[in-house]
């Protein structure tokens, strides 16, 4: 015990380089913890972005695609399929909803959703969370309404009542408006964090009321363009869609209905589970998740380091320490256990403060980054892959003290009692 | 007499050097203050070295307490020394983070031999040591204070007492006052000589000023007692 205490007065001794040292080691710590703490939720946040869907069917191309385009409204869909095709798997027995999506405006930057009531019902995200009016209502009957996603609403300072100018395209500077049907906004959705912050809402109706009069791609000029109270009188069934989510009656039946679909005779359908299709895509940014923590693990690398050259450099001030120690009775490997003790204890030291940082962060940064970015970062205690890697650190931290436990070991060999200064 | 420390034909040189010590013949009886006079290169440094365990003679035997240090394991001679030997350095010999009284409990941490002698003689290692700074004229306030607040002569005398606590048969002094003025050196020498008095313990004084000599039992001159030196001056004679 008396060699802790008098590791300890000696550290206390040079309290300030020892301070940095354990202020540098508990940083590098906080930054690991913070990377792998954002890198797992990122994963759990993206794996969520949709849920409760089993099924999303679109036009044949490739399921990362059709994921981009459907969920996370990047992208656009190679062709449409038809509305009958839509209205075969809705009506199908195994399935108990289905959520029409369309696309291909947008507004000012945001992409513009064609869907129906059953959306604000059955789109679910996260754990199972349903879509939330923050104020407002779902559209209704008339097909000039729109339902703001968060980001939208507050990035744009749109408040209920307002109107609004769709443009034709997902160009953030359209050249060509929906200026002659401006719809009207009736609500809000509460934010998710999700893409479906960053989408306005529309209905079926409202995206074929305001492309009634369009051939193959051109507005109608002059007489031959419909006002929006004559296409408010007109059949507004749609034609086509992009694409549609279905929700089934039980998981079992997933894997035929894919099957169902993928072999529909009507036109060439693909169907995905957006689960599978989200680990495909999740793979593809995997290199750069992994190359931050790779750099973070050598910031953490680089503060075990500064710890080391912080001690290996007060060895030749501390001979003199060492010697009246040997003189008193101290054997070397006294000498050495003292330094190797040292390195544990300012390991052990910034761990602890690193921890107490990282938790620090969460507290104040976790609002923030669920509302910007739909991370949850829970208040949790480390898991068994972030105690391993504590772990590592405190293992590195014990190798590392024994340079100068052995640098110290030799010297007290050497000068043996004599006192250098 | 009963002899404490014996040299027979103690012999050592660095590797690859010239002998340094060559010394046939040292005796020091128990209970003796003996002034060693060395003047700095006449391998004092290095005797106090063989004589504490630390190196090991070329050739010779070194005994203490009738046990041949040459003998020993390293770590059992670092043990022996521990236990058996008191050091007082020139200066700088306390541990500055330390307060005075865990400076002087420090080698009862290190020797449970002297430990038991402390704790035998005065209830506890803590009583030992507030008992020899108490006698050393240190008083109860400044032994809580850091050592390096201390003056240097207050500083020497509780170096001394941590030499002396839990009873070494032997306390080698190195120059211990050579930092103090005249007036403190001898005061300081009369404490240590009856403190070693009181712990029944040998005193070797290593120093260069001569006019401390009358005040020990015995005075001897390393350069006379060494004859690796002798021959040296011979040849540069």
Request: some cysteine.
């Amino acid at each position: 015990m008396h060699l802790l205490r008098l590791a300890l007065a000696s550290l206390a001794n040079r309290r300030f380089t020892v301070l940095l040292t354990v202020f540098a080691v508990a940083l590098s710590v906080t930054l690991l913890l913070a990377v792998e703490r954002i890198r797992s939720e990122a994963r759990v946040s993206f794996a969520s972005t949709i849920s409760g869907t089993d099924l999303v069917v679109g036009a044949r191309s490739g399921p990362v695609n059709l994921l981009l385009y459907s969920v996370f409204r990047i992208g656009n869909a190679t062709s449409n399929i038809r509305w009958d095709s839509f209205l075969h798997y809705a009506e199908h027995p195994r399935v108990s909803w289905a959520i029409p999506l369309s696309l291909g405006d947008s507004h000012r930057g945001y992409r513009v959703l064609g869907t129906n009531q059953v959306y604000f019902e059955h789109y679910h995200y996260g754990h199972g969370q349903p879509l939330r009016l923050a104020e407002g209502r779902a559209f209704a009957d008339d097909p000039f309404e729109v339902v703001l996603g968060a980001e939208v609403a507050q990035a744009l300072h749109y408040r209920l009542g307002e109107h609004i100018v769709l443009a034709h395209g997902v160009a953030t500077v359209s050249l060509v408006q929906h200026d002659d049907k401006p719809f009207t906004v009736v609500g809000v959705l509460a934010r998710t964090g999700t893409p479906v912050d960053r989408t306005l809402h529309i209905s079926l109706a409202g995206m074929e009321a305001i492309h009634i009069d369009w051939h193959s791609g051109m507005p109608a000029q002059g007489t031959a363009r419909i006002s929006a109270d004559e296409s408010r009188r007109r059949d507004l069934t749609p034609k086509a869609i992009t694409a549609f989510l279905l929700g089934l009656d039980s998981k079992i039946a997933t894997f035929t209905l894919q099957r169902e679909i993928n072999d529909y005779q009507g036109e060439p359908l693909l169907a995905i589970l957006p689960g599978v299709a989200l680990q495909e895509l999740w793979s593809l940014m995997g290199t750069a998740e992994k190359a931050l923590f790779v750099v973070s693990l050598f910031v953490v690398l680089t503060g075990l380091i500064g710890m080391l050259t912080a001690i290996l450099a007060s060895l030749n001030e501390r001979r003199r320490e060492m010697a009246i120690l040997r003189s008193v009775g101290a054997r070397p490997w006294h000498i050495a256990g003292l330094l190797i003790f040292e390195s544990t204890f300012l390991a052990l030291a910034g761990v602890s403060f690193g921890l107490a940082l990282l938790y620090f962060g969460i507290v104040i940064a976790r609002g923030y980054l669920q509302a910007n970015y739909g991370l949850y970062l829970p208040l949790a205690w480390p898991n068994l892959h972030e105690w391993i890697l504590l772990g590592g650190i405190l293992l590195a931290a014990l190798l590392m003290g024994c340079l100068p436990a052995w640098r110290a070991y030799r010297q007290s060999l050497a000068d043996g009692l004599s006192i250098r200064l | 007499m009963n002899s404490l420390l014996e040299l027979d034909g103690l012999g050592f040189a660095w590797p690859g050097q010239a002998e340094l010590l060559d010394i046939p013949e040292f005796r020091l009886v128990r209970g003796e203050t003996l002034f060693l006079r060395g003047p700095s290169g006449s391998g004092k440094t290095t005797l106090l070295g063989l004589l504490g365990g630390v190196q090991r003679a070329s050739r010779g035997r070194v005994r203490l307490l009738e046990e041949d240090l040459g003998r020993l394991s390293s770590g059992a001679r670092d043990r022996f020394r521990a236990n058996h030997i008191g050091y007082i350095f020139q200066q700088f010999n306390l541990l500055p983070f330390l307060s005075v009284r865990e400076n002087v409990e420090l080698p009862c941490r290190f020797s449970r031999l002297r430990a038991a002698h402390a704790c035998q003689r005065h209830g506890s290692v803590e009583k030992a040591a507030v008992t020899l700074l108490e006698h050393l004229g240190l008083s109860a306030e400044l032994q809580g204070r850091r050592a390096d607040s201390l003056s240097i002569g207050q500083q020497q005398r509780i170096a001394a007492a941590r030499a002396l606590i839990g009873q070494p048969e032997l306390v080698i002094a190195d120059e211990p006052t050579s930092a103090l003025d005249a007036d403190t050196r001898e005061a300081f020498l009369q404490l240590l000589f009856g403190e070693c008095r009181a712990a029944g313990a040998s005193l070797l004084f290593v120093s260069h000023d001569q006019s401390l000599a009358p005040l020990f039992d015995r005075s001897l001159s390393l350069v006379e007692l060494n004859r690796a030196h002798a021959e040296d001056h011979c040849n540069i004679l």
